[in-house]
């Protein structure tokens, strides 16, 4: 009898949620040893698919089969019962217990006592094994976030899981990051392992997957072989027209005054480590600074000073010639898009409606004599849903319940809607498809062009390059350069990102 050559097979799932039907007779087979890419917009369905997989959705209609073998899935644990890892585009982290208590988390044993000595073992033989290298005893949330990655992983690993899910994981890495976890999946289908792997960005696609499934607005559209695939092709495939990541043409704006100006400022991590050391930045109207870097070299502590939310430890930052202390209660003087959408830009068990409003809920129209008046926050988030086409059936969804990319667009509907004088846009496009991305691009070049200062950062040099005025690029907390948008060499940026001063072209 012919062994069957298909670890996973999901046949004809239909998942309808009230007023959406997210899933609709969707039909994806992955091999053992193989690498499927699942390409999709934002709300197109990839992680609902992946979720009923996982067994966090029942599916209205439909079957699971496991090398051939039909299953019924009601509950993760019956899923890692099956062999089924999955990392969530969110990380399902305790984020205050070490790596290896997470590791082992929720495992069955037979012991009273918590031995984890030899778990510790384990781990640190997976972590050689695929060069995912991670401290077991270091507490999760002083950990980068790209570590918090190798984590989530080796946990699955961990559990020998036969298909491994991985929903976004570039999302957040640099673009080194990407390489070690291309090379860490190839070892992992090495052994007859299969990986899912959900991602907006083509170039990895093309890079680790063996052939590529495509669905759009809940349907199936089809699947390629990788080898025949471009990326123009996919991206065609994935949003129903052509759509590439290229500089835009922008008028020249002369004349600008300064907006936000930060002078000497000192500021430490969440470890009380020394994040930013004498920095002193200029923004203007009416243009976009990108700041590139390697994750993890000040960018969050830049945003946070900014935005207020963090002490400065020394120097001064000022915005429109106030003091930073000063404006944050105005909620229309600075627009904050922060790098965590779902733990800093929203409260995830309020409605879209109540996160439209949240900064400004006591002022008219929304409010009046301390009273909220429903009818005005309604509307005005039916008009922003409109405006930013966040995919929703009605404005009283929870936030918890709209895919990553459309809860991104409720953020940035709520802090550039007001046209402030300052954006602090910090990876915007994490985690959003290609259309999406573009999408964004254009509010931020708007933005720029209607007189705001616009503070952009990103690990993907590439939106980086395709969007900025100037460029600066940081490293350890200081920056290593200061270079024009328009004339910006890659491999010169590149070079700044390590830490090394470029060589001067003769």
Known sequence: ???????????????????????????????KGEVLG??????????TLMNVLYGLYPPTSGKI??????????????????????????????????????????????????ELEPAKKRLLQLCEEYELFVDPDEIVWRLPV??????????????DCKVLVLDEPTAVLTPSESDQLCRAIRRITAEG???VFISHKLREVMQITDRVTVIRDGKYIGTIDTKDATQLKLAQMMVGRPVTIERKERPVLKDL??????????AND?????????????????????????????????????????????????????KVTSVIADPSFVGFIPEDRQKTGLVMDFSIADNMIMKDYQNEPFAHKKVLR????????????????????SEDVKVRNLSGGNQQKVVIARELDPEPVLDIASHPTRGLDLGAVSNVHDILLKERNRGAAVLFISAELQEVMALSDRIIVLFGGEIMGDLDGETADQKVIGQMMLGQTPEVQQ
């Open 270 to 322: 969440d470890r009380g480590i020394h994040a930013l050391k004498n920095f002193n930045l200029t923004v203007h109207a009416g243009e976009i600074v990108g700041v590139a870097g390697v994750d993890g070299n000040g960018q969050r502590e830049l945003a946070e000073c900014i935005a207020g939310l963090r002490k400065l430890s020394g120097g001064t930052i000022t915005i429109n010639d106030k």
């Open 65 to 114: 089969l496991l090398d051939g073998e039909e299953v019924q899935i009601g509950s993760p644990s019956e899923a890692i019962q099956h062999g089924i890892g999955m990392v969530h585009q969110h990380f399902k982290l305790v984020d205050t217990l070490s790596v290896i208590e997470n590791v082992i988390l929720g495992m069955p044993s037979k012991k009273q006592r918590l």
């Open 374 to 393: 429903y009818k005005a926050i309604k509307k005005h988030a039916r008009d922003m849903i409109k405006k930013y086409n966040v995919k929703t059936p």
């Open 193 to 195: 392992r299969s990986v």
């Open 146 to 159: 790209g570590k918090q990655q190798w984590v989530e992983i080796l946990k699955a690993l961990y559990r």
């Open 38 to 47: 699942l390409l999709g917009e934002n709300g197109a369905g990839k992680t």
């Open 257 to 266: 005054k300064p907006v936000l100006v930060m002078q000497d400022v000192n």
């Open 1 to 31: 009898m012919e062994e069957n050559k298909f670890a996973l097979q999901m046949q004809d799932i239909t998942v309808e949620f009230p007023g959406v039907l997210a899933n609709d007779h969707v039909s994806i087979d992955c091999k």
